[in-house]
Protein backbone atom coordinates (compact mmCIF):
# COMPACT_ATOMS: atom_id res chain seq x y z
CA UNK A 1 0.00 0.00 0.00
CA UNK A 2 1.41 3.32 -1.17
CA UNK A 3 2.93 5.59 1.82
CA UNK A 4 2.50 2.48 4.17
CA UNK A 5 5.89 0.89 5.98
CA UNK A 6 6.12 -3.45 6.21
CA UNK A 7 6.77 -3.95 9.33
CA UNK A 8 9.19 -7.08 9.95
CA UNK A 9 6.99 -8.81 11.52
CA UNK A 10 4.72 -8.86 7.92
CA UNK A 11 7.88 -9.74 6.01
CA UNK A 12 8.05 -12.73 8.50
CA UNK A 13 4.76 -13.99 8.00
CA UNK A 14 5.19 -13.84 4.35
CA UNK A 15 8.28 -15.78 4.47
CA UNK A 16 6.85 -18.49 6.73
CA UNK A 17 3.55 -18.10 4.00
CA UNK A 18 5.81 -18.61 0.82
CA UNK A 19 7.13 -21.68 1.87
CA UNK A 20 3.76 -23.28 2.08
CA UNK A 21 1.68 -21.62 -0.21
CA UNK A 22 1.56 -19.32 -3.86
CA UNK A 23 2.50 -16.03 -4.00
CA UNK A 24 -0.79 -14.20 -3.99
CA UNK A 25 -2.35 -16.15 -1.18
CA UNK A 26 0.84 -15.88 1.06
CA UNK A 27 0.94 -12.05 0.35
CA UNK A 28 -2.91 -12.24 1.28
CA UNK A 29 -2.39 -13.82 4.35
CA UNK A 30 0.49 -11.68 5.65
CA UNK A 31 -1.29 -8.29 4.47
CA UNK A 32 0.83 -6.89 1.79
CA UNK A 33 0.66 -6.47 -2.02
CA UNK A 34 1.56 -8.76 -4.84
CA UNK A 35 3.42 -6.06 -5.47
CA UNK A 36 5.46 -5.82 -2.73
CA UNK A 37 5.51 -9.85 -2.18
CA UNK A 38 7.31 -9.78 -5.32
CA UNK A 39 9.46 -7.20 -4.37
CA UNK A 40 10.41 -9.88 -1.40
CA UNK A 41 10.59 -12.70 -3.63
CA UNK A 42 13.19 -10.65 -5.90
CA UNK A 43 15.19 -9.54 -2.56
CA UNK A 44 14.52 -5.62 -3.91
CA UNK A 45 12.59 -4.73 -0.69
CA UNK A 46 14.09 -2.12 1.28
CA UNK A 47 12.89 -2.57 5.15
CA UNK A 48 11.85 0.36 7.80
CA UNK A 49 15.53 1.27 8.50
CA UNK A 50 14.27 3.24 11.54
CA UNK A 51 12.09 5.49 13.21
CA UNK A 52 11.06 9.03 11.87
CA UNK A 53 12.99 12.00 13.38
CA UNK A 54 10.53 14.21 13.18
CA UNK A 55 7.42 15.02 15.06
CA UNK A 56 3.95 14.90 13.93
CA UNK A 57 2.14 17.11 16.57
CA UNK A 58 3.33 19.42 18.78
CA UNK A 59 4.85 18.97 22.09
CA UNK A 60 2.52 18.55 24.71
CA UNK A 61 5.05 19.34 27.80
CA UNK A 62 7.14 22.15 26.10
CA UNK A 63 5.92 24.66 28.51
CA UNK A 64 6.35 22.94 31.52
CA UNK A 65 9.73 20.26 30.44
CA UNK A 66 12.37 22.62 30.33
CA UNK A 67 11.39 25.48 33.14
CA UNK A 68 9.93 22.81 35.38
CA UNK A 69 10.00 19.67 35.38
CA UNK A 70 14.01 19.26 34.56
CA UNK A 71 14.82 21.62 37.61
CA UNK A 72 13.02 19.17 39.63
CA UNK A 73 14.82 16.07 38.26
CA UNK A 74 17.79 17.80 38.74
CA UNK A 75 16.97 18.78 42.32
CA UNK A 76 15.99 15.22 43.85
CA UNK A 77 16.00 11.09 42.66
CA UNK A 78 13.41 10.36 45.36
CA UNK A 79 10.37 12.65 43.09
CA UNK A 80 8.23 10.10 41.54
CA UNK A 81 6.62 11.04 38.31
CA UNK A 82 3.14 10.78 40.24
CA UNK A 83 4.50 13.28 42.47
CA UNK A 84 5.53 15.63 39.52
CA UNK A 85 2.28 15.38 37.91
CA UNK A 86 0.33 15.84 40.99
CA UNK A 87 2.14 19.05 41.33
CA UNK A 88 1.79 20.26 37.88
CA UNK A 89 -1.55 19.75 37.67
CA UNK A 90 -2.14 21.79 41.33
CA UNK A 91 0.41 24.59 40.28
CA UNK A 92 0.43 24.53 36.83
CA UNK A 93 -2.76 23.29 35.44
CA UNK A 94 -3.21 26.15 32.59
CA UNK A 95 0.26 25.15 31.32
CA UNK A 96 -0.10 21.45 31.61
CA UNK A 97 -2.63 19.07 30.29
CA UNK A 98 -3.27 15.60 32.53
CA UNK A 99 -4.41 14.01 29.49
CA UNK A 100 -0.61 13.92 28.87
CA UNK A 101 0.06 11.99 32.35
CA UNK A 102 1.29 8.88 30.71
CA UNK A 103 3.20 11.00 28.06
CA UNK A 104 5.54 12.74 31.17
CA UNK A 105 5.96 9.39 32.77
CA UNK A 106 7.66 8.12 29.80
CA UNK A 107 9.96 11.57 29.61
CA UNK A 108 10.87 10.99 32.89
CA UNK A 109 11.72 7.51 32.73
CA UNK A 110 13.67 8.31 29.47
CA UNK A 111 15.64 11.11 30.78
CA UNK A 112 16.57 9.18 33.79
CA UNK A 113 17.93 6.27 31.87
CA UNK A 114 20.21 8.80 30.03
CA UNK A 115 20.72 11.65 32.45
CA UNK A 116 19.83 10.01 36.35
CA UNK A 117 22.09 9.05 39.02
CA UNK A 118 23.09 5.78 39.43
CA UNK A 119 21.19 3.34 41.17
CA UNK A 120 21.93 0.51 43.44
CA UNK A 121 23.32 -3.06 42.00
CA UNK A 122 22.33 -6.58 43.73
CA UNK A 123 24.96 -8.74 43.45
CA UNK A 124 24.15 -12.41 43.18
CA UNK A 125 25.88 -14.69 45.45
CA UNK A 126 27.04 -17.92 45.53
CA UNK A 127 27.76 -20.32 48.91
CA UNK A 128 29.45 -23.44 48.86
CA UNK A 129 27.37 -26.13 50.45
CA UNK A 130 27.37 -25.84 54.24
CA UNK A 131 28.93 -22.87 54.54
CA UNK A 132 25.96 -20.57 55.11
CA UNK A 133 22.94 -21.01 56.82
CA UNK A 134 20.44 -18.05 57.65
CA UNK A 135 17.26 -17.51 60.38
CA UNK A 136 14.96 -15.27 60.82
CA UNK A 137 11.26 -14.80 62.09
CA UNK A 138 8.24 -13.81 60.16
CA UNK A 139 4.58 -13.04 61.16
CA UNK A 140 1.80 -15.12 59.46
CA UNK A 141 -1.48 -13.17 58.43
CA UNK A 142 -3.53 -15.98 57.52
CA UNK A 143 -6.71 -16.03 59.79
CA UNK A 144 -5.79 -19.40 61.77
CA UNK A 145 -8.18 -20.11 64.98
CA UNK A 146 -7.59 -22.74 67.05
CA UNK A 147 -10.88 -24.13 68.10
CA UNK A 148 -12.11 -20.85 66.86
CA UNK A 149 -9.81 -18.91 68.96
CA UNK A 150 -8.15 -16.70 66.17
CA UNK A 151 -4.50 -17.85 66.54
CA UNK A 152 -1.41 -14.73 67.05
CA UNK A 153 1.51 -16.37 66.18
CA UNK A 154 4.41 -16.58 63.80
CA UNK A 155 7.14 -18.65 62.24
CA UNK A 156 10.54 -19.47 62.97
CA UNK A 157 12.00 -19.72 59.46
CA UNK A 158 15.91 -21.38 59.07
CA UNK A 159 17.42 -22.14 55.39
CA UNK A 160 20.28 -23.63 54.28
CA UNK A 161 21.18 -21.44 51.60
CA UNK A 162 23.40 -23.30 49.21
CA UNK A 163 20.37 -26.04 48.41
CA UNK A 164 17.60 -24.09 49.79
CA UNK A 165 16.62 -26.73 52.32
CA UNK A 166 14.13 -24.90 54.78
CA UNK A 167 12.93 -25.54 58.64
CA UNK A 168 9.98 -24.05 59.96
CA UNK A 169 8.45 -23.78 63.62
CA UNK A 170 5.54 -22.15 65.49
CA UNK A 171 6.15 -19.23 67.54
CA UNK A 172 3.49 -17.77 70.19
CA UNK A 173 4.97 -15.42 71.62
CA UNK A 174 7.55 -12.43 70.21
CA UNK A 175 11.28 -12.87 68.95
CA UNK A 176 12.63 -13.93 72.46
CA UNK A 177 15.80 -15.39 72.75
CA UNK A 178 13.88 -18.88 74.06
CA UNK A 179 12.31 -19.02 70.54
CA UNK A 180 15.76 -18.35 68.66
CA UNK A 181 17.37 -21.08 70.69
CA UNK A 182 14.93 -23.90 70.61
CA UNK A 183 14.11 -22.86 66.63
CA UNK A 184 17.83 -22.73 65.69
CA UNK A 185 18.69 -26.06 67.78
CA UNK A 186 15.78 -27.64 65.94
CA UNK A 187 16.03 -26.94 62.79
CA UNK A 188 19.95 -28.10 63.08
CA UNK A 189 18.58 -31.63 64.35
CA UNK A 190 16.23 -31.70 61.36
CA UNK A 191 19.08 -31.04 58.99
CA UNK A 192 21.75 -33.56 60.19
CA UNK A 193 24.61 -30.85 61.24
CA UNK A 194 25.48 -27.29 61.52
CA UNK A 195 26.69 -24.58 59.35
CA UNK A 196 29.82 -22.85 59.59
CA UNK A 197 28.29 -19.14 59.48
CA UNK A 198 24.91 -18.52 61.10
CA UNK A 199 23.52 -15.24 59.43
CA UNK A 200 20.73 -13.30 60.70
CA UNK A 201 19.00 -9.75 61.11
CA UNK A 202 19.40 -7.85 64.35
CA UNK A 203 17.28 -9.60 66.48
CA UNK A 204 17.17 -8.06 69.69
CA UNK A 205 17.78 -11.81 71.27
CA UNK A 206 21.05 -12.07 69.87
CA UNK A 207 22.41 -8.42 69.32
CA UNK A 208 22.59 -5.46 71.74
CA UNK A 209 22.03 -3.38 68.86
CA UNK A 210 24.89 -0.94 69.52
CA UNK A 211 27.48 1.07 68.20
CA UNK A 212 29.46 -2.02 67.26
CA UNK A 213 29.00 -4.94 64.61
CA UNK A 214 29.18 -7.76 67.03
CA UNK A 215 28.20 -6.95 70.21
CA UNK A 216 26.47 -10.12 70.71
CA UNK A 217 23.97 -11.30 73.74
CA UNK A 218 25.87 -14.00 76.22
CA UNK A 219 23.53 -16.16 75.74
CA UNK A 220 23.66 -16.37 72.00
CA UNK A 221 27.63 -15.72 72.09
CA UNK A 222 27.67 -19.07 73.84
CA UNK A 223 25.22 -21.13 72.33
CA UNK A 224 27.00 -20.20 68.85
CA UNK A 225 30.13 -21.59 70.56
CA UNK A 226 28.66 -24.42 71.54
CA UNK A 227 27.27 -25.56 68.31
CA UNK A 228 30.82 -24.41 66.84
CA UNK A 229 29.02 -21.79 64.47
CA UNK A 230 30.24 -18.43 63.37
CA UNK A 231 27.51 -15.57 63.89
CA UNK A 232 26.96 -12.81 61.27
CA UNK A 233 24.30 -10.15 60.42
CA UNK A 234 23.41 -8.10 57.79
CA UNK A 235 24.04 -4.15 58.08
CA UNK A 236 20.96 -2.95 60.12
CA UNK A 237 18.08 -1.21 58.02
CA UNK A 238 19.18 -3.20 54.58
CA UNK A 239 16.92 -6.53 54.69
CA UNK A 240 17.92 -7.16 51.22
CA UNK A 241 21.57 -8.61 52.38
CA UNK A 242 18.44 -11.67 53.97
CA UNK A 243 17.41 -11.51 50.59
CA UNK A 244 18.22 -15.45 50.87
CA UNK A 245 15.54 -15.32 53.62
CA UNK A 246 12.95 -12.66 52.95
CA UNK A 247 12.09 -13.84 49.71
CA UNK A 248 11.18 -17.04 51.19
CA UNK A 249 9.54 -15.81 54.07
CA UNK A 250 7.10 -14.30 51.49
CA UNK A 251 6.81 -17.80 49.37
CA UNK A 252 6.44 -19.88 52.39
CA UNK A 253 3.68 -18.04 53.68
CA UNK A 254 2.12 -17.63 50.80
CA UNK A 255 2.42 -21.46 50.00
CA UNK A 256 1.10 -22.18 53.46
CA UNK A 257 -1.92 -19.80 52.76
CA UNK A 258 -2.66 -21.90 49.33
CA UNK A 259 -2.25 -25.38 51.67
CA UNK A 260 -5.28 -23.64 54.16
CA UNK A 261 -7.59 -23.03 51.46
CA UNK A 262 -7.19 -26.21 49.82
CA UNK A 263 -7.78 -28.14 53.06
CA UNK A 264 -10.45 -26.40 53.33
CA UNK A 265 -10.38 -24.83 56.52
CA UNK A 266 -8.54 -22.66 58.59
CA UNK A 267 -9.64 -24.07 61.98
CA UNK A 268 -7.88 -26.69 64.08
CA UNK A 269 -8.61 -28.66 67.28
CA UNK A 270 -5.25 -27.98 68.46
CA UNK A 271 -1.90 -25.87 68.58
CA UNK A 272 -0.58 -29.48 68.32
CA UNK A 273 -2.44 -30.20 65.07
CA UNK A 274 -1.38 -26.36 62.94
CA UNK A 275 1.99 -27.70 64.03
CA UNK A 276 2.00 -30.91 62.56
CA UNK A 277 0.73 -29.03 59.30
CA UNK A 278 3.21 -26.85 58.89
CA UNK A 279 6.03 -29.65 59.65
CA UNK A 280 4.41 -31.60 56.65
CA UNK A 281 4.26 -28.35 54.61
CA UNK A 282 8.16 -28.10 54.93
CA UNK A 283 8.47 -31.57 53.84
CA UNK A 284 6.96 -31.53 50.72
CA UNK A 285 8.91 -28.36 50.15
CA UNK A 286 12.06 -29.74 50.97
CA UNK A 287 11.41 -33.00 48.87
CA UNK A 288 11.89 -31.05 46.12
CA UNK A 289 15.68 -30.36 46.48
CA UNK A 290 16.45 -33.62 48.44
CA UNK A 291 19.23 -34.37 46.18
CA UNK A 292 20.63 -30.72 46.85
CA UNK A 293 20.10 -31.09 50.29
CA UNK A 294 21.80 -34.72 50.29
CA UNK A 295 25.33 -32.97 48.88
CA UNK A 296 24.90 -29.98 51.52
CA UNK A 297 24.47 -32.34 54.54
CA UNK A 298 27.57 -33.92 53.84
CA UNK A 299 29.68 -30.08 54.09
CA UNK A 300 28.07 -29.71 57.49
CA UNK A 301 29.39 -30.01 60.72
CA UNK A 302 28.84 -32.42 63.48
CA UNK A 303 26.17 -31.97 65.97
CA UNK A 304 27.31 -31.68 70.15
CA UNK A 305 26.64 -34.12 72.05
CA UNK A 306 23.86 -32.31 74.12
CA UNK A 307 21.60 -29.77 73.36
CA UNK A 308 21.89 -25.75 75.31
CA UNK A 309 18.53 -25.01 77.40
CA UNK A 310 16.43 -23.33 75.45
CA UNK A 311 14.08 -21.93 78.58
CA UNK A 312 14.63 -19.89 81.25
CA UNK A 313 13.87 -20.76 84.61
CA UNK A 314 11.88 -18.54 87.72
CA UNK A 315 11.66 -19.13 90.97
CA UNK A 316 8.14 -18.45 92.69
CA UNK A 317 5.83 -19.09 95.49
CA UNK A 318 2.02 -20.60 94.70
CA UNK A 319 -0.65 -17.46 95.74
CA UNK A 320 -3.59 -18.90 98.34
CA UNK A 321 -5.33 -18.72 95.37
CA UNK A 322 -3.74 -21.70 93.98
CA UNK A 323 -1.67 -19.07 91.43
CA UNK A 324 1.38 -18.35 89.65
CA UNK A 325 1.60 -15.15 87.64
CA UNK A 326 4.85 -14.88 85.36
CA UNK A 327 4.83 -12.60 82.20
CA UNK A 328 2.15 -10.89 83.43
CA UNK A 329 -0.43 -14.16 82.83
CA UNK A 330 -1.83 -15.80 85.82
CA UNK A 331 -1.93 -19.68 85.69
CA UNK A 332 -3.96 -21.78 88.24
CA UNK A 333 -2.12 -24.68 89.51
CA UNK A 334 -3.05 -27.76 91.58
CA UNK A 335 -4.43 -26.60 94.97
CA UNK A 336 -1.62 -29.24 96.90
CA UNK A 337 0.76 -26.59 95.98
CA UNK A 338 -0.37 -23.94 97.33
CA UNK A 339 2.29 -21.70 99.66
CA UNK A 340 4.71 -23.99 97.97
CA UNK A 341 7.56 -22.67 96.35
CA UNK A 342 8.65 -23.79 92.90
CA UNK A 343 10.44 -23.59 89.83
CA UNK A 344 9.46 -22.33 86.49
CA UNK A 345 10.74 -23.67 83.11
CA UNK A 346 9.72 -21.11 81.05
CA UNK A 347 9.80 -22.06 76.98
CA UNK A 348 8.13 -20.54 74.23
CA UNK A 349 5.26 -22.84 73.95
CA UNK A 350 4.86 -24.47 77.29
CA UNK A 351 5.76 -24.00 81.08
CA UNK A 352 6.96 -26.45 82.96
CA UNK A 353 6.98 -26.68 87.28
CA UNK A 354 9.05 -28.45 89.16
CA UNK A 355 8.43 -28.80 92.94
CA UNK A 356 11.03 -30.96 95.36
CA UNK A 357 12.76 -31.58 91.69
CA UNK A 358 10.52 -33.31 90.15
CA UNK A 359 8.70 -32.36 87.45
CA UNK A 360 4.56 -31.76 88.45
CA UNK A 361 2.84 -29.96 86.18
CA UNK A 362 2.96 -28.66 82.24
CA UNK A 363 0.66 -25.55 81.50
CA UNK A 364 0.36 -24.51 77.59
CA UNK A 365 1.98 -20.97 78.16
CA UNK A 366 -0.41 -17.69 77.15
CA UNK A 367 0.90 -14.69 75.80
CA UNK A 368 -0.17 -10.97 77.38
CA UNK A 369 -1.08 -8.41 74.43
CA UNK A 370 0.60 -4.88 75.47
CA UNK A 371 -1.03 -3.80 79.03
CA UNK A 372 -3.74 -6.53 78.82
CA UNK A 373 -2.99 -9.01 81.06
CA UNK A 374 -4.31 -12.93 80.34
CA UNK A 375 -5.31 -15.70 82.57
CA UNK A 376 -5.33 -19.59 82.32
CA UNK A 377 -7.15 -20.93 84.61
CA UNK A 378 -8.04 -24.79 85.14
CA UNK A 379 -11.13 -25.69 87.26
CA UNK A 380 -9.73 -29.07 87.78
CA UNK A 381 -7.00 -28.00 89.84
CA UNK A 382 -9.38 -25.78 92.99
CA UNK A 383 -12.26 -28.12 92.28
CA UNK A 384 -12.05 -29.80 95.25
CA UNK A 385 -11.83 -27.02 97.19
CA UNK A 386 -14.53 -25.50 95.54
CA UNK A 387 -16.77 -28.43 96.31
CA UNK A 388 -16.76 -27.54 100.33
CA UNK A 389 -17.75 -24.27 99.42
CA UNK A 390 -19.87 -23.88 95.85
CA UNK A 391 -21.47 -20.97 97.14
CA UNK A 392 -17.60 -19.00 96.52
CA UNK A 393 -18.05 -19.79 92.66
CA UNK A 394 -20.96 -17.07 92.41
CA UNK A 395 -18.50 -14.48 92.98
CA UNK A 396 -15.50 -15.80 92.56
CA UNK A 397 -12.75 -13.47 90.63
CA UNK A 398 -12.07 -15.81 87.68
CA UNK A 399 -15.79 -17.25 87.92
CA UNK A 400 -16.20 -17.00 83.78
CA UNK A 401 -12.75 -18.59 83.35
CA UNK A 402 -13.97 -21.35 85.70
CA UNK A 403 -15.96 -22.59 82.95
CA UNK A 404 -14.79 -24.45 80.59
CA UNK A 405 -16.12 -24.16 77.41
CA UNK A 406 -19.46 -22.44 75.80
CA UNK A 407 -21.82 -25.29 77.01
CA UNK A 408 -20.83 -24.73 80.47
CA UNK A 409 -21.67 -21.71 80.13
CA UNK A 410 -24.77 -22.09 78.87
CA UNK A 411 -25.70 -24.06 81.81
CA UNK A 412 -24.65 -21.30 84.32
CA UNK A 413 -26.68 -18.91 83.08
CA UNK A 414 -29.64 -21.24 83.05
CA UNK A 415 -29.25 -22.32 86.23
CA UNK A 416 -28.77 -18.90 87.46
CA UNK A 417 -31.67 -17.50 86.32
CA UNK A 418 -34.18 -20.88 87.28
CA UNK A 419 -32.78 -21.78 90.51
CA UNK A 420 -31.90 -19.96 93.88
CA UNK A 421 -28.62 -18.96 94.32
CA UNK A 422 -27.37 -21.57 96.85
CA UNK A 423 -28.79 -24.32 94.43
CA UNK A 424 -27.06 -23.19 91.34
CA UNK A 425 -23.99 -22.65 92.73
CA UNK A 426 -24.07 -26.18 93.93
CA UNK A 427 -25.29 -27.49 90.46
CA UNK A 428 -22.39 -25.96 88.27
CA UNK A 429 -20.07 -26.83 90.84
CA UNK A 430 -21.12 -30.58 91.25
CA UNK A 431 -21.42 -30.78 87.37
CA UNK A 432 -17.25 -29.60 87.12
CA UNK A 433 -16.21 -32.20 90.36
CA UNK A 434 -18.68 -34.77 88.57
CA UNK A 435 -16.38 -33.75 84.91
CA UNK A 436 -13.23 -34.11 86.76
CA UNK A 437 -14.24 -37.90 88.87
CA UNK A 438 -15.89 -39.27 85.67
CA UNK A 439 -13.43 -37.63 83.13
CA UNK A 440 -16.00 -36.94 80.58
CA UNK A 441 -16.36 -33.07 80.27
CA UNK A 442 -17.53 -32.42 76.53
CA UNK A 443 -19.99 -35.52 77.23
CA UNK A 444 -21.28 -34.58 80.01
CA UNK A 445 -21.57 -30.34 79.17
CA UNK A 446 -23.97 -31.96 76.28
CA UNK A 447 -26.18 -33.91 77.93
CA UNK A 448 -26.63 -31.39 80.84
CA UNK A 449 -27.31 -28.97 78.06
CA UNK A 450 -29.98 -31.42 76.12
CA UNK A 451 -31.79 -31.67 79.36
CA UNK A 452 -31.88 -27.85 79.69
CA UNK A 453 -33.07 -27.47 75.98
CA UNK A 454 -35.47 -30.20 75.86
CA UNK A 455 -37.03 -28.63 78.89
CA UNK A 456 -36.79 -31.96 81.46
CA UNK A 457 -36.17 -31.50 84.81
CA UNK A 458 -32.35 -31.60 85.31
CA UNK A 459 -30.57 -32.52 88.37
CA UNK A 460 -27.35 -33.63 89.15
CA UNK A 461 -28.35 -37.07 90.37
CA UNK A 462 -29.50 -37.82 86.79
CA UNK A 463 -26.12 -36.48 85.35
CA UNK A 464 -24.19 -38.94 88.04
CA UNK A 465 -26.36 -41.91 87.01
CA UNK A 466 -25.55 -41.70 83.80
CA UNK A 467 -21.85 -40.81 83.73
CA UNK A 468 -20.68 -42.18 87.34
CA UNK A 469 -20.55 -45.84 86.73
CA UNK A 470 -20.11 -46.78 90.45
CA UNK A 471 -19.12 -50.56 90.43
CA UNK A 472 -20.68 -52.08 93.84
CA UNK A 473 -17.77 -53.83 95.68
CA UNK A 474 -18.93 -57.11 96.80
CA UNK A 475 -16.65 -58.80 99.59
CA UNK A 476 -15.22 -62.40 99.26
CA UNK A 477 -16.21 -64.24 101.86
CA UNK A 478 -14.61 -67.16 103.32
CA UNK A 479 -17.44 -68.87 105.88
CA UNK A 480 -15.87 -71.93 107.59
CA UNK A 481 -18.44 -73.91 109.55
CA UNK A 482 -17.24 -75.03 112.81
CA UNK A 483 -17.42 -78.13 114.04
CA UNK A 484 -19.72 -79.92 116.33
CA UNK A 485 -17.26 -80.94 118.55
CA UNK A 486 -16.21 -77.37 118.78
CA UNK A 487 -19.61 -76.23 120.49
CA UNK A 488 -19.35 -79.29 123.00
CA UNK A 489 -15.95 -78.02 124.31
CA UNK A 490 -17.84 -74.88 124.88
CA UNK A 491 -21.05 -76.43 126.73
CA UNK A 492 -18.48 -78.48 128.73
CA UNK A 493 -16.84 -75.72 129.87
CA UNK A 494 -19.60 -73.69 130.59
CA UNK A 495 -21.15 -76.41 133.15
CA UNK A 496 -17.81 -77.16 134.30
CA UNK A 497 -18.16 -73.11 135.51
Known sequence: MSGKYISDKQVNLYM???SKC??????AKSGISERTASRIDNGVHQPNLGK???RTRADPLALVWESIVLPLLQQSDALTPIGIF????EQHGDQFDPKTRRTLERRIHHWRQLHGSAKEVMFTQTHAPGALGIADFTVVKAPVT????PLKHRLFHYRLVASRWGYAQVVYGGESFTALSDGLQQAFSASGGVPHELRTDS???AYKNRSQQNDFTERYADLCRHYGVTPTRNNRGVAHENGAIESPNNHLKKQLHQALLVRGSHDFDRREDYETFVHNLLKQRNRRIHSAFLEEQRQLQPLPATQRDNYTEHI????????????RVLYSVPSRLVNSRVMVRLFDAKLELWCAGAHTLTLTRLFANGDIRQHSINYQHVIESLVKKPRAFRFAQWRDALLPNEDYRRIWHYANTQLPADDACKYIVGLLHLAKKANCEDALGRYALEQIEQASNFSLSACERRFLNVIPIVPNLNVRQHALSDYQALLAGGWAS
Open 86 to 89: DFLC
Open 16 to 18: EQR
Open 146 to 149: IAGV
Open 52 to 54: RSW
Open 22 to 27: SQVIAA
Open 316 to 327: LTVSRNSTISIK
Open 203 to 205: LSA
